[in-house]
């Protein structure tokens, strides 16, 4: 079992910036893909990010350019990096998590990121 734990979500003013947090418990971390969700009520939840077991990334068209995803092994955490932050980015922002060739997939309970004049 795999539990997710996001933190970070805040008020903000656009063009700022927020660092979400995902720390994962248990063990065998490494063998995690970690992704980055978010979803706006009234809406279709939405990809944001994603780094695989070997480090590589991959990003939703909303994130592109603006948002970076890295992952720690030493912590169990993943993190996303949001910079020039808009209006349309506000949502909650979930992690999520599976490994490679299995279906079983693990979630936070999401941190409300807030962007706002």
């Known amino acids: 079992q795999v539990q997710l734990e996001e933190s970070g979500g805040d008020f903000v003013q656009p063009g700022g910036s927020l660092r979400l947090s995902c720390v994962a418990s248990?063990?065998?971390?490494?063998?995690?893909?970690m992704n980055w969700y978010r979803r706006t009520p009234g809406k279709q939840r939405e990809f944001v990010a994603r780094i695989g077991t070997f480090g590589v990334t991959g990003y939703g068209d909303s994130a592109q350019g603006r948002f970076t995803i890295s992952r720690d092994s030493a912590k169990n955490a993943a993190y996303l990096q949001m910079n020039d932050l808009r209006p349309e980015d506000t949502a909650i922002y979930y992690c999520?998590?599976?490994?490679?060739?299995?279906?079983?997939?693990?979630w936070g309970q999401g941190t409300q990121v807030i962007v706002s004049a």
């Open positions: 248990g063990n065998m971390f490494e063998s995690l893909v």
């Open positions: 999520n998590a599976h490994r490679n060739g299995l279906n079983r997939q693990y």
